[in-house]
């Protein structure tokens, strides 16, 4: 079979479909989005020379940019781990037609080299080589150069198709990243001054670009060999049969009867890009406090402490929280025809909430760097979010009836997506701030973090009272959340 029946077959796969209207809506919208992100990149790509001309005006452009590939690497990894996905064809219709393995294993793989993150990158690639060009730098160290960075965008491409089949390379690398900007922020080891000296070096001698071609054919072949290995029409159920045998949750029964909802909730976490990736985010805006804290004007100002509090110490708690229960909507209808106890469930998703509230709290205990009102006031505002945020969330989301196909990317996903989000905002964030200005206005900012930090712990007290009542509306709402869920599109 040829490319052009291939392309053919996704052609009418895609014309041919159900979902056809909302499929070509959704695709005209990301066609605009790319639109957007192209003339974004173009416009850096043309005026990039220019910038690092006037912000480093004593080293030349090309080595500031080599200085700097190696974070451009780590963080584009990190990105297409939850954005990128390997491009998939209807494979399991051709294993049983004289089609060999190879052509569909190379037919997938080229057709990810045309993905839009890696035509995207040529877009700043492309005007900047083109800059150098004019600027008179040679043709001969230019046009190897933007090989070899062609070659690693290839790289990336490829390599993020061998970290999606295992968590621990991702973590790896965002562990790398994040050593490596901590180390360079405090002066103790400046990895971009190593790196750029290799890149320089690959700049200076244009025969070494045969490096990154060799390092691209390599992981090309790796992934033709992992890929290939999993063209069978079992494949995917082998696969799903190994991953059950290694998870072991066994330590979750010491929570007694919630405990077979934990292990589902971080069963679902663990192996759905969506989900986990709220996890990633609520651990990365962590450093959103540095935002707030490193500026002494903002220190001077505790109302807006508060604001970076709330969303410190509650963005699992939001990110989470507000897609309760369209998490569970594949298997929705099976629970509730189930005997089991409505307020059990929510028992156990109010217990993770306060979980992630504890653990973000104590994460950004090193803020007291900055001083002992942020230390203060970021407890408050824990109190606050697992005392009335964390109910209040529960609340909003039992309007909740839109269905989440966890197998679908997490890039520009809007499954799940309802009034209720938009709702959620204005009193997750606004009423804290409220509650804390009055007393604030009135006596000084301790009190007013008592006064915050109380009213959360008067909602933990009535905690029982208020998901009891929550329980209710669930429940009232139960055959209207199973029917919205039962619909696929």
């Known amino acids: ?98 089609i060999s393995r190879h052509k569909i294993t190379n037919y997938v793989l080229t057709k990810s080299a045309l993905s839009f993150f890696n035509v995207m990158s040529l877009f700043w690639i492309i005007p900047f080589c083109i800059t150098l060009l004019i600027k008179g730098y040679p043709v001969i160290n230019v046009l190897p150069w933007f090989v070899s960075l062609v070659c690693i965008v290839l790289i990336i491409n490829f390599l993020n198709f061998l970290i999606n089949k295992k968590n621990v390379y991702f973590y790896s690398i965002l562990g790398v990243l994040i050593l490596a900007i901590g180390l360079e922020y405090y002066n103790i080891f400046e990895i971009s001054a190593v790196c750029g000296k290799a890149f320089n070096v690959l700049y200076n001698n244009p025969i070494l670009t045969i490096v990154p071609i060799i390092i691209l054919a390599l992981v090309y072949y790796l992934n033709y060999k992992n890929l290939r290995g999993l063209l069978f029409l079992d494949a995917s ?21 919630i405990a077979p909802f934990l292990q589902l909730d971080l069963k679902l976490i663990w192996r759905n890009k969506r989900p986990r990736m709220t996890v990633f985010l609520s651990i990365l805006f962590l450093l959103y406090g540095l935002y707030f804290y490193t500026n002494d004007k903002m220190l001077e100002m505790p109302v807006i402490l508060v604001f970076a509090g709330i969303f410190i110490t509650g963005m699992f708690l939001s ?168 619909e696929q599109n």
């Not at 059950?244 to 066994?250: F, P, R, S």
């Open 1 to 98: 079979m040829r490319v052009k029946q291939f392309v053919s077959l996704e052609w009418k796969q895609f014309f041919r479909s159900a979902n056809f209207g909302k499929s070509i809506a959704i695709k005209i919208f990301m066609g605009f989005m790319a639109l957007y992100m192209i003339g974004a990149f173009l416009f850096i790509g043309v005026f990039l020379y220019k910038i690092l001309k006037k912000l480093v005006p004593d080293l030349d452009p090309i080595e500031v940019i080599n200085n700097y590939l190696i974070y451009w690497i780590l963080i584009e990894l990190v990105i297409r781990y939850f954005m990128q996905k390997l491009p998939v064809l209807n494979i399991k219709p051709l294993l049983t037609l004289a």
């Open 237 to 257: 159920l082998k696969q799903k049969t190994e991953e059950a045998k290694t998870q072991d949750l066994t330590w979750t029964n010491r929570f007694g009867d």
């Open 319 to 486: 990110n989470f929280g507000q897609f309760i229960p369209s998490w569970d909507s594949s298997y929705y209808s099976m629970m509730m025809s189930q005997n089991i106890p409505l307020r059990k469930y929510l028992d156990s998703k109010a217990g993770l909430i306060t979980f992630s509230v504890v653990v973000l709290f104590l994460l950004s205990i090193p803020y007291v760097y900055f001083g002992w009102e942020v230390l203060v006031i970021n407890f408050a505002c824990a109190l606050y979010n697992i005392g009335i945020n964390m109910p209040m969330v529960l609340l909003i989301s039992s309007m909740n009836k839109k269905r989440i196909d966890l197998e679908k990317s997490p890039m520009m996903n809007t499954q799940g997506m309802s009034a209720a989000q938009w709702i959620i905002i204005f009193p997750f964030l606004g009423l804290p701030v409220v509650i804390y200005l009055i007393p604030y206005l009135l006596s000084n900012a301790i009190i007013a973090s008592i006064v915050l930090g109380s009213v959360g712990v008067i909602g933990i007290l009535f905690r029982n009272l208020i998901l009891n009542k929550i329980t209710e509306i669930y429940r009232s709402k139960k055959y209207a959340m199973v029917a919205g869920f039962k």
